[in-house]
């Protein structure tokens, strides 16, 4: 999971900085803290410069445009395509006792609560960029509108899909316990 670096590297960004600088500071897995720059640099948290031969990464602190809000939910329904094509796919996400996830279905919903954190990081900066005055009170209620129905489009599926009871419990109990405390700091 990615989504555990972007409150150190959103932190570590107020400057130009490097992508090895930010992978040294931050510490930790190299491919997911890159894979993380990456994401964030999606969801338009990150803007770059280039810099001879490297990539210099900046937190963008201002609003988002209503395009790049667009290409952000683009990127947020391919990937959501992709879980619920791997919803359907998949029969079952807990082993015969009951109790512990399979791989894939622990895979499955890792990715899952990655994407929900990410969108949940979204709805946070534009509470308060709301608040700020950096944008207008309804564009920011349709955003945080279009990402809550993003959010419960795939939490409803998962939990539409899995009928047990017994599945059905784990999976609320998963992501009570793996909700991350996302805050945006400047």
């Known amino acids: 999971m990615t989504t555990i670096y972007d409150d150190k590297i959103l932190n570590l960004t ?3 900085r490097a992508t090895n600088d930010i992978v040294r500071k931050v510490g930790g897995d190299k491919s997911a803290i890159i894979q ?3 994401r964030l640099l999606e969801i338009g948290y990150l803007e770059t410069k280039p810099d001879t031969n490297k990539v210099l990464y900046k937190r963008m602190d201002t ?3 209503e395009f790049n809000f667009i290409q952000m939910m683009t990127v947020f329904e391919t990937n959501q395509k992709t879980e619920l094509n791997v919803i ?3 029969p079952t996400i807990m082993m015969n006792d009951g109790v512990r996830f399979r791989k894939k279905g622990l895979e499955l ?3 899952i609560q990655e994407e ?3 969108a949940y990081m979204v709805i946070i900066r534009i509470d308060y960029q709301q608040k700020l005055g950096i944008i207008p009170y309804k564009i920011a209620k349709e955003r945080k509108e279009k990402l809550d129905k993003y959010i419960e489009k795939i939490m409803s599926t998962i939990l539409n899909k899995y009928q047990e009871q017994e599945t059905k419990t784990s ?3 998963y992501f009570q316990n793996h909700t991350m405390k996302l805050e945006f700091k400047v």
């Open 109 to 111: 919903l890792e990715h």
């Open 14 to 16: 107020s400057n130009w």
């Open 36 to 38: 993380a720059v990456k």
């Open 171 to 173: 999976i609320q109990e």
């Open 88 to 90: 359907k796919q998949i």
């Open 63 to 65: 609003a988002q445009s």
């Open 116 to 118: 929900v954190n990410r």
